[in-house]
């Protein structure tokens, strides 16, 4: 029986590029697809945000000399890019699903609203939700908040490379301590780097949990959806 029956899955487009070190690593999408599709199976209703850094990040743009508006929405297009590669792969192992884009684009993607991502995902279908927001200075944790709050999800996954919230980033600081559930205060008060402020506050504010989890270790995440306590739930 799966633990949630309608999930936002919040992607890392960094993630995406594997061991390459660049760009979209074949293997790795193809582990993505195998292990959405392995939920979609069981029933479960899937939305995806996934990022672009793997492409072009807006705000590391601008810091370069790129116009903010102008770096967001060059992200916004990466977004896009990787949405296309998912949908592909997902394709490619009998996953039917759709690319919504919050910025008019058909024929590549249709054009988002709640209504129309609602009906498909009752109909089976995977909605992958690209192009954040449509608007700058929103990153694509915001546009995951929104778009989970939007199709009445039940829960953001947010996949990442590890495997929870820690006390400290593990990666630099060994005494760093896994949290198995915290509060959305506690994230805020001690400024923990879960997801950029405007969506911890936006999922607080409407009672959206968020689970964290490592996505890169195949068979994750029909664990989460098993209820295994493998990550870090934020929750009021």
Known sequence: MARFKRILLKLSGESLMGKQGHGIDPERLGEYARQIKEISDMGVQIGIVIGGGNIFRGLSGAQKGFD???????????????????SSALSAVGTKNKVLTAIRMEPIGEFYSKWRAIDALEQGYVCIFSAGTGAPYFTTDTGSSLRGLEIEADVMLKGTRVDGIYTADPEKDPTATKFTDITYDEVLERNLKVMDLSAVCMCNDNNLPIYVFNM?????????IDGEEIGTLVHH
């Open 68 to 86: 903010r508006v102008k770096g967001d929405q060059m992200g916004m297009l990466a977004t896009v890019i990787n949405s296309l590669a998912l």
């Open 216 to 224: 890169d270790v195949v068979g994750n995440l029909k664990k989460v």
